[in-house]
Each structure stands twice: as C-alpha cells, then as structure tokens.
C-alpha cells in the first residue's frame, strides 16, 4: 500500500453507500445539534429521559449489527479473531451511541414543544 | 521462473515505516477494513498539471486493465486521441463470480456496462483485435479495420482453454453436477444451482486448478471452502467425499500460502491428491481424467468445478508480443518488464492486468497496482523523460474459507507477504473482517479503480 488517503477512503464509501453517505453524517449532526439544543435549554440531563434513551441505544447496537449481518450475508458469530471482536464492539458501539443520542433529543424536542410534558 | 530480482522500491520500506504504520493503526476498526480492499494503488501525486500532446494511444481490452488505464490517461492528458478496442458491450466484475456461484449474489452483481466506465472524449470500438503488428505499430481488428497508433496498451486479458480439456465445453456447465466458476455470470448462476443440489444429497465432490498460469489462483479454493461449509449445513458432510487436485506438489505457489492450506484442508478433511493435470472429462459417466507423473488416474464425481488452461488470447499468442522463450513463452503471455510493465522489445506497447507476462498477480488487485505504473511510464516516454514507479509484483487474494470468514492473501514478487495491516489484521487468519471487506468494499473499490479514482 503505498498511499493511502481520504480521497480513495471518500470514492470507495461514495461507491459503496450511494447517497446514504451523505444522509448518514446529515443524521448524525442533526442529532447532535439538538441534543445540544436539548441539553442547553434545559440546563441539564434528564436522567428519567436518558434511562429510557439509553435503552433505546442497547436495541440501537444490535440493530447495527443486524444491518451488518444484512449486508454482508454473516454476523459477528463468524467473529474469529480479536480484530473481529474489536468491529463487532465498535459496529455495537455506534449504533449504541448513535441511537442514545438520537432518542434522546427527539424525546426532548416533543417535550420542548409541549412543555407540559415533564 | 527466473531468478532476476526485481528493483526494491519504496514500497515495501513505506509499509514498513513506523509512521505509515501508526497512520494504519489510527484508521483500524471498520474504516481500515473497507479501506484495505484491494489495497490502495500508487496514485499520481497531488493531480500534476495535464500532459499537452497529440499522440494516438490504443487501449485492447476494455476490462478492468483496460478501462482503469483509459481513465487513468484521460485524466492526464490533454489533446491526446485514446481508442479503446472491445467487442463485449457488459463488464464483468469477475471477483464477484465466487459470490454469486456461492448463491449469495444475484448474476447482476457482477454485470454492468463497458460504455458507462468510459472515460469523456475516449473512443469505444466494438470489435475484436485481430491482429497486433507491433513493428507496424498498428493493430487490426476482426472487421479488417486497421488502426495505427503511437503508444498501444494491451489489457487483453486471457482465455480460457476449455477446448483443452477432452469432452469439455461450455455447454455442459450447469448439467449433470458440472460447475464451471470462471466461465462468466450465467455459468456461475448454474453452478450455484449444481452446487447446491450436490450440498443436500451429497457425494464426490471434485475440485483443482490447471497446470497454466491463472487468474486469481485462490479462487479453486475458495469454492472447495464454500462447498465444504454447505455440505456441513446441510448436514451432508458425512456421507460426503471432496478431493481437491493439485497440479505439482503444492496448494498454492506461495508456501506459507500453502501450507497454511494444507492445514485448513486437513481440518475440514478435504482429500488432497498432488500431481493432477486434468486431461478429459466425460460427463455421461461423471468421471474425470487426469494426468499424473506416472500416467494417468480417473475420479468420478458427483459434483465438479471445472478450472480450465489459460492462455493470453489468440491474437496476442499469435503476435510478435509474446515471450518467444522461456516458461511463459508456451502460452503466450506479453513479454514485458516486471516491474514497468513496459514491453521489453517493443518499448512503446505495455502489456497490464491477466495479460501480461510476470511471475504471480492475475488479479485485479495487481490490476490496481500496474496501471498507474505503466501509465507513468507511458507519459513520460510523451514527455521524453523517464519515471521511477515500479511495480513490485504486489497482489492480493481474500481467500474465503467458509461462508462469513476469510484470509487475507498479499504478497509481492518475491513471494514476501506484504500485509497492508500489519498487526491489525493478521495475513493468513481467517477473519470475518475480511470477509467484510470481501462482500462490502471490494467491489465498490474495484468500481472506483475502473474509474481510475482508486
Ligand atoms: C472466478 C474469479 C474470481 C476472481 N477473484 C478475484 C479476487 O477475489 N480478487 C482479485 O483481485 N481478482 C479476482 N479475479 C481476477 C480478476 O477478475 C482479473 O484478474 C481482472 O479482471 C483482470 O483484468 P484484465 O483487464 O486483465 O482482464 P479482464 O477484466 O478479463 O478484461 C479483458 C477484456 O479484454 C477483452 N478482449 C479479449 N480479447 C480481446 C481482443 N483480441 N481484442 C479486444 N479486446 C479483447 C475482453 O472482452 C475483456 O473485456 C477473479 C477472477 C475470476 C474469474
């Protein structure tokens, strides 16, 4: 391998998601922004909401994995070595994070709107 | 094969170096692993301004050599007038084949259109090279039509010699539990069908490569792999024979390579019989014959995968192109230097991809790696300077060895294995990793490479 650089990182995942790889980061940010909406204006967590956010997360990690299993036609029970393990936890990890984040501002957004709501 | 050692080029010691390798490092987890795919190509630093000229460049074949190269020139070039020669009007992603005979992939996976890679301002000319006279510097195709030209690329790729093997022909691929992988996307569709009707009754089942040069070498034993891992689905396994024939002493040309075969096969008892050239076939009786050192020995099978001779094309064997001696002579391959691609008599023609006569790589992944080398080369022969890219033999190979797991095949020249991750994704572990890159990244790599982006 003797260059490796984001340019051919970009092509090859524009080539492989299509108009996803624009959707997915858009998705990302957007969920960030509010969250930080969120979380700004009210000042804080709302641990209720984030219990309830974080087990929408758990579902959120093996959803990732069942995309993965889709798309590759296999699953992390082919795991057979630690690097596998290693993809496993970060593919769990992100839809986990992803989801905890997303659940949590689009409860805050309703709540936001409809203030009586906590 | 002879014993000349290619030049040392900065590749090997750029991986080498700590610095490349943190950066890998940094880039682990699924990014490196899509990243990895074919492995990134030597790419022309930061887009030089384009080469003003009016040379006449002639690409024959417009398969992955062919239409990376097209791109790659079109790019860089400005004024130039590029001709490519193909009849076939679909593309083929081949290393899709394995998949869709191993009926994970629909047939349109692996078909697309030539005339949707083709580069702005390139000429496509459907028909065959009849003809190449280089000493005439012009090619002619089967319609009689001759084209002259400057600079000639020959990306021909290679045929395959069924006609070589007594009883076989492409029509019989798809019956009576005869496979044939390499023949194209419809014969792979029929194999699949083959294949799976053999993996829920069970039986012989017989496997093998040719005693020729060949492209992709892994790709035999993947499907023996894959065969293997439906048997044990199936729960046919038991009652079930596979019997790999190997045509001299080894499982792969690499040692390490095969003997880590060697092992895999011992493990799922997979029979290996050495020292087996097929010879004919007669599929009324189901049975195959091969020649051994001391004559010859029949198998019968229940189910097969046909691997045929291959040869570079009739038109490039019957040309001046050709080693006129040698172990590559016999069947024709372009007589070019190893690490420049450029052919060694005629020095304006480069011989890329399957056709070209160098040890190993018959893949699209050294298909990655030679263009942009020979390209580089081709442009500074425009500009009358010279170019220090070099080709170092590099190839890879995802060797599937059961459905959802595979092993990472690199290696160079010199059969040194050239790990694009070095502990990050071990060489020679069967990974799901690597099986991840197989299904999701390689053929998006090789779409971008097409498009010489990659
Ligand atoms: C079953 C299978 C599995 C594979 N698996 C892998 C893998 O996992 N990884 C990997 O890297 N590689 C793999 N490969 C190999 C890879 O597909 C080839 O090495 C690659 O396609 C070679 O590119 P090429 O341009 O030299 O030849 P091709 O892509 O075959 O293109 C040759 C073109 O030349 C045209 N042509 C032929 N004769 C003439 C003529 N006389 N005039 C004009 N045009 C002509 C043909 O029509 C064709 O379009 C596999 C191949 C097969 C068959």
């Not at chain 2, 007669?282 to 195959?288: E, L, V, Y």
């Not at chain 2, 038109?315 to 192109?321: E, M, Q």
């Not at chain 2, 990655?368 to 010279?386: E, M, N, R």
């Not at chain 2, 990472?408 to 690597?434: C, H, K, M, Q, R």
Request: hydrophobic letters at 45%.
């Amino acid at each position: 391998m003797k260059e490796f650089d984001l340019a051919v990182f970009l092509v090859v995942f524009q080539e492989m998601l299509g108009p996803l790889l624009w959707i997915l980061p858009a998705l990302a940010i957007a969920g960030l922004v509010s969250f930080a909406a969120v979380l700004l204006h009210e000042g804080g967590l709302v641990s209720r909401r984030l219990v309830r956010s974080e087990i929408v997360g758990v579902l959120g990690g093996f959803a990732a994995l069942g995309l993965m299993a889709m798309v590759t036609i296999s699953g992390f029970s082919d795991a057979g070595g630690p690097v596998d393990w290693l993809l496993v936890g970060l593919i769990w990890g992100v839809g986990l994070v992803g989801a905890t984040i997303l659940a949590y501002a689009v409860q805050g957004v309703f709540a936001w709107k409809a203030p009586h709501g906590h | 094969m002879t014993n000349e050692v290619p030049p040392r080029d900065g590749l090997i010691a750029g991986l080498d170096s700590p610095l490349s390798r943190r950066r890998m490092l940094a880039l682990s987890g699924a990014g490196a692993a899509t990243l990895m795919a074919v492995s990134a190509p030597a790419r022309a630093a930061e887009a030089p301004p384009k080469v003003a000229t009016k040379a006449h460049i002639v690409i024959a074949g417009a398969g992955a050599a062919g239409l990376a190269a097209a791109a790659r020139l079109a790019e860089r070039l400005d004024g130039a007038t590029i001709t490519v020669i193909d009849r076939r009007k679909e593309h083929y992603y081949q290393p899709g084949f394995t998949l869709v005979a191993a009926g994970l992939k629909p047939q349109g996976y692996v078909v697309s259109t030539t005339a949707d890679y083709l580069p702005r301002g390139v000429t496509l000319i459907e028909e065959q090279v009849a003809e190449f006279d280089p000493v005439a510097n012009k090619v002619v195709t089967d319609k009689g039509r001759a084209i002259r030209y400057d600079f000639l690329m020959v990306a021909t790729g290679l045929h395959l010699d069924y006609a070589a093997i007594e009883g076989m022909s492409t029509d019989l691929i798809g019956k009576d539990g005869l496979g044939s992988v390499y023949a194209g996307p419809a014969a792979a569709v029929v194999t699949w069908k083959e294949m799976a009707r053999f993996a829920e009754t069970g039986g012989v089942g017989l496997f093998g490569r040719p005693a020729t040069e060949m492209k992709c070498a892994g790709a035999p034993l993947k499907y023996t792999f894959i065969t293997d891992d439906y048997l044990r689905r199936n729960g046919t396994r038991g009652k079930s024979e596979l019997i790999y024939t190997a045509q001299n002493k080894g499982l792969f040309s690499v040692l390490i390579v095969s003997e880590k075969v060697r092992m895999l096969f011992r493990d799922r008892q997979v029979k290996v019989a050495y020292e087996r050239v097929m010879t004919a076939i007669d599929p009324g009786r189901k049975i195959a014959t091969y020649k051994t050192p001391t004559g010859t020995a029949e198998f019968k099978y229940d189910f097969i995968n046909v691997v045929p001779p291959m040869r570079a094309p009739a038109a490039v064997r019957n040309s001046p192109l050709r080693w006129q001696e040698g172990v590559w002579a016999g069947d024709g391959w372009m007589e070019v230097e190893k690490p420049t691609l450029r052919h060694k008599r005629f020095p304006n023609v480069f011989g890329i991809g399957d056709v070209a006569g160098v040890p190993k790589g018959k893949t699209a992944a050294s298909v990655k790696w030679q263009v942009p080398v020979a390209v580089d080369h081709l442009i500074a022969s425009i500009q009358g300077t010279t170019s220090a890219s070099v080709y170092n033999g590099y190839t890879s190979c995802p060797l599937i060895t059961r459905l959802g797991r595979a092993m990472l095949v690199e290696f160079d020249y010199e059969d040194n294995l050239v790990p694009s991750f070095p502990g990050v994704i071990a060489p020679l572990e069967e990974l799901w990793v690597t099986w991840v890159m197989k299904t999701m990244a390689l053929k998006p790599t090789y779409m971008s490479m097409l498009r010489g982006q990659a």
